[in-house]
Nanobody, 123 residues
Framework: VQLQASGGGLQQAGDSLRLSCAVSGGTFRGYAMGWFRQATGKERELVAAISWPGRSTRYADSVKGRATISRDNDKNTVFLQMNSLKPEDTAVYYC?????????????????WGQGTLVTVSS
């Protein structure tokens, strides 16, 4: 299973962006998906997660009300919409696939990882 994240870049505080993660080389069906991020010098942390087929979601407190995770199961793609960006959102963002359909916030429940896309938010 390969995951390809895209959509990062340089943003201004207050901007919005949408990250995409395309899944290929295996089945997308039945997998919960997650977005994580890792800032320089910090541990990787969950941003948002979504169950299969998408009825349940979870968000980090730091992004609640600003982020929306969604998935297009016909296109094997998961999205992360982030609004009202803040400089502290600056990080490499990773998408990941769990091997369970149940939404999970636990990093080691995710078996497959994308390469990451850098999001930089300037003040």
């Amino acid at each position: 299973v390969q995951l390809q994240a895209s959509g990062g870049g340089l943003q201004q505080a207050g901007d919005s962006l949408r990250l995409s993660c395309a899944v290929s080389g295996g089945t997308f069906r039945g997998y919960a998906m997650g977005w994580f991020r890792q800032a320089t010098g910090k541990e990787r942390e969950l941003v948002a997660a979504i169950s299969w087929p998408g009825r349940s979601t979870r968000y980090a407190d730091s992004v609640k009300g600003r982020a929306t995770i969604s998935r297009d199961n016909d296109k094997n793609t998961v999205f992360l919409q982030m609004n009202s960006l803040k400089p502290e959102d600056t990080a490499v963002y990773y998408c990941a696939a769990s091997t369970s359909a149940i939404v999970t916030t636990t990093l080691n429940h995710y078996a497959y990882w994308g390469q990451g896309t850098l999001v930089t938010v300037s003040s």
